[in-house]
């Protein structure tokens, strides 16, 4: 899988590519550093330091770390003490394509190739002295048990594991690795299992002692907090709400984890290859179940961009601090704007938005394409604000609608929407998502899914429940079933597809 990045910083926040290893030492590691920011960290051992960097004199037994910066023209990685001083520093380029002006492309593989190596040129001895290679779900599940197993989720969507074939040996010999495939795999896992499996004897007694709870306490095996948001609402028990989902597979639904980017999560019993989306991915969130996974690079981030570079921003925030906050001020004002006994949908009919500001993730896989809004005028009222703010949220519904096509084309048959994620607390960004996609949408009675989806794993992992699936139906829980508000005629006006050119390709741009 190849994932682009378009510009500084569209490289989704470096999180491909963030791991962390763990060095075989001689001495005690005083401190373990867990990093959730976006530059991937390397914990690492004092051994062997005066040989690798040419030090003057002894160094002390304490705990060093690499950091590791990825940057638009070049991945950079310094040795660094606890108290913060660096002591040694090395640099590899990254290749920039520019299809067009202002147009910056890179390539996410050669990104983790140049990670890799730069810290092998950093620390060549110790890059061989490395024990083991974990992504941060699976370090926290080594440090709290000390096993070793790998979950499918992480090995899968980040990792290039593809069960049940395995490790890829001709991925990592191109580009340099080869190492990593000694002793079976032992130092990227060579052991593996769905999420939510019991990992080792539980809780280790160190562990045990920091968490507060008792040793052999059962971990499951992780998820990424998307996929674990995924378990925390697609299974839910919908009898007795009449959606179109209730005694069908699962597999006719979607989960739709929505938040300053939105992940699009469908399953299926055989593998489907959907254009423009990742997957298939086996047993990466349900057990058993293939995975493909659909993406907007930028939601609430777009929906907050739009907002807060209008000039009427002041005017909002002034007027919103004396009722509510900003976004239930918009919702308000735009039901105040429409007429009592038509849509609110159809206050956009003049004003279209283009929402691939950040790139298209799904179902174009465009890193190029750009953001652009149509019908706009000279007036800049608070009105005009919150059409605006309409007209994003309606362009990014369509886009949803247009990841369903995608999906719908090559074989999957979703009938209802399971949202959850900061924007699913938003009224009028579910309800629309309801008219754009004629689905309803089934938001969970809990506002925290993925701290749902992570009991799930737990709940599996003690035995309580034998099956990943068992567990959603009774823990997950429907709180409410918002359904399409839109007459059929009124539905057809607002999915009409304006087609354009743009780079000497036609793009649907739906409005």
């Keep these: 899988m190849i994932r682009q990045s378009v510009e500084n910083d569209a490289f989704e926040n470096g999180e491909i590519i963030r791991c962390l290893l763990v060095y075989r030492s001689k001495q005690p590691v005083i401190n373990t550093a867990i990093c959730y920011c976006s530059i991937p960290t390397f914990l690492c051992s004092p051994s062997s330091l005066s040989r690798s960097f040419h030090m003057a004199g002894p160094v002390p037994p304490q705990c060093y770390y690499v950091g590791v910066d990825v940057g638009t023209a070049s991945v950079r990685a310094a040795l660094v003490t606890r108290d913060g001083q660096l002591r040694c520093t090395a640099e590899e380029p990254i290749s920039i394509w520019e299809p067009q002006a202002d147009h910056y492309v890179q390539s996410s593989s050669e990104i983790w190739d140049r990670c890799c190596t730069v810290v ?79 990992l080792g004897q ?46 069908q597979p699962i597999t006719s639904r979607m989960a739709m984890i929505c938040g300053t980017s939105s992940c699009h999560m469908a399953i299926s ?69 429409a007429k009592a006994d038509s849509a609110v949908d159809l206050l956009g009919s003049s004003l279209h938005l283009w929402p691939d500001f950040h790139g298209n993730r799904s179902p174009l896989a465009d890193p190029t394409l750009k953001g652009m809004v149509i019908g706009l005028s000279l007036s800049q009222t608070l009105d005009d604000l919150a059409l605006l703010y309409l007209a994003t949220v309606q362009a990014l519904a369509l886009g949803t609608r247009h990841i369903l096509e995608a999906m719908r084309e090559t074989g999957h048959d979703i009938t209802t929407l399971f949202l959850c994620g900061g924007l699913s607390k938003n009224p009028l960004f579910v309800q629309i998502h309801a008219n754009a996609t004629g689905l309803p949408v089934v938001l969970p009675d809990q506002t925290e899914a993925v701290l749902v989806g992570a009991a799930v794993l737990g709940a599996c992992a003690s035995q309580d429940y034998s099956t990943i699936q068992e567990a959603m139906e009774k823990m997950a829980k429907v709180g409410k079933v918002v359904h399409c508000g839109l007459k059929v005629v009124i539905k057809v006006i607002v999915i009409l597809a304006l087609t354009i050119q743009m780079d000497n390709k036609c793009v649907h741009l739906h409005c």
Aim: hydrophobic share 35%; aromatic share 10%; charged share 15%.
């Design 120 to 198: 092998k040129n950093l620390r060549e001895s110790s890059w061989k002295e490395a024990a083991h290679f974990f992504d941060l779900p699976d370090f926290l599940s080594w440090k709290a048990t000390n096993s070793l197993t790998r979950s499918l989720c992480t090995l899968v969507c980040k990792w290039t594991y593809c069960p049940p074939d395995g490790w890829d040996d001709s991925f990592w010999t191109a580009i340099g690795l080869e190492d990593l495939l000694q002793n079976n795999y032992s130092k990227i896992g060579s052991l593996t299992c769905p999420p939510g499996t019991s």
């Design 202 to 247: 539980g809780l280790t007694q160190e562990a045990a002692a920091d968490l507060g709870l008792d040793p052999g306490t059962a971990v499951g095996a992780s998820l990424i907090d998307a996929h674990a948001g995924g378990l925390g609402v697609i299974g839910a028990d919908v009898r007795g709400f009449h959606l179109p989902c209730e005694d």
């Design 269 to 337: 019993q055989q593998p489907l290859f959907v254009p423009g989306v990742w997957g298939p991915y086996l047993s990466a969130m349900v057990p058993g179940m293939w995975l493909n996974e659909g993406g907007q690079s930028a939601t609430g981030r777009l929906i907050d961009h739009m907002v807060k570079g209008h000039a009427a921003y002041t005017q909002l925030q002034e007027q919103a601090q004396q009722r509510s906050n900003i976004y239930t001020f918009l919702n308000t004002h735009l039901c105040s704007m």
